[in-house]
T-cell receptor, first 113, second 115 residues
Framework: EPEVTQTPSHQVTQMGQEVILRCVPISNHLYFYWYRQILGQKVEFLVSFYNNEISEKSEIFDDQFSVERPDGSNFTLKIRSTKLEDSAMYFC???????????FGPGTRLTVL | AQSVAQPEDQVNVAEGNPLTVKCTYS??????LFWYVQYPNRGLQFLLK??????LVKGSYGFEAEFNKSQTSFHLKKPSALVSDSALYFCAVRDIISSGDKLTFGTGTRLAVRP
């Protein structure tokens, strides 16, 4: 069964450094998402991406964040200058069409020191 | 704005007994409702969804959920719990009118099934 994959599984970085989190959505999916889950808290929406552009973003997704689909398979989340409060589990998700469910990857745990 | 409430942090049940994990929602328009399960060190796995049609929705692993519009609820149920059902369960809603495409999640309910 096809799955969303994410790399790395765990990323440790110093405050102020740039990180890129990578995702490979399921191949025939058209809608892509990033969510995050701070430890012990609920899953929060960051951004949605369709037709090579951002379709919606939350207040969390400020100028320090960007997303890209550089080729036909990868979908990346970049944090330009990480802060301590960016430490969280970041989930990528994708789906085929507007009415369908989102399929989630296993997540990348980001630790900012 | 859309929101989801999962009033129980934890639900404990004995193996073989029925289980219910509660979820209520608030949306401006009509909801799409979802249940996801999260096992340790894993991502969110889709269990079932309500889009339209029958209020009783059947999903993976024997789970089902009932959409109740008057009570704005979407409780997850299973007739006979297994120890392997122990996990963290998230209810999520999408408001098809006002929220675009994003899912709003509840805080999660930890299900513990004892042998």
């Amino acid at each position: 069964e096809p799955e969303v994959t994410q790399t790395p599984s765990h990323q440790v970085t110093q405050m102020g450094q740039e990180v890129i989190l990578r995702c490979v959505p399921i191949s025939n999916h058209l809608y892509f998402y990033w969510y995050r889950q701070i430890l012990g808290q609920k899953v929060e929406f960051l951004v949605s991406f369709y037709n090579n552009e951002i379709s919606e973003k939350s207040e969390i997704f400020d100028d320090q964040f960007s997303v890209e689909r550089p080729d036909g398979s990868n979908f990346t989340l970049k944090i330009r200058s990480t802060k301590l409060e960016d430490s969280a589990m970041y989930f990528c998700a994708s789906k085929t069409s507007s009415y369908n469910e989102q399929f989630f990857g296993p997540g990348t745990r980001l630790t900012v020191l | 704005a859309q929101s989801v409430a999962q009033p129980e942090d934890q639900v404990n049940v004995a193996e073989g007994n029925p289980l219910t994990v509660k979820c209520t929602y608030s949306v401006s328009g009509n909801p799409y409702l979802f249940w996801y399960v999260q096992y340790p060190n894993r991502g969110l796995q889709f269990l079932l969804k309500y889009i339209t049609g029958d209020n009783l929705v059947k999903g993976s692993y024997g789970f089902e959920a009932e959409f109740n519009k008057s009570q704005t609820s979407f409780h997850l149920k299973k007739p006979s719990a297994l120890v392997s059902d122990s996990a963290l369960y998230f209810c999520a809603v999408r408001d098809i009118i006002s929220s675009g495409d994003k899912l709003t999640f509840g805080t999660g309910t930890r299900l513990a099934v004892r042998p």
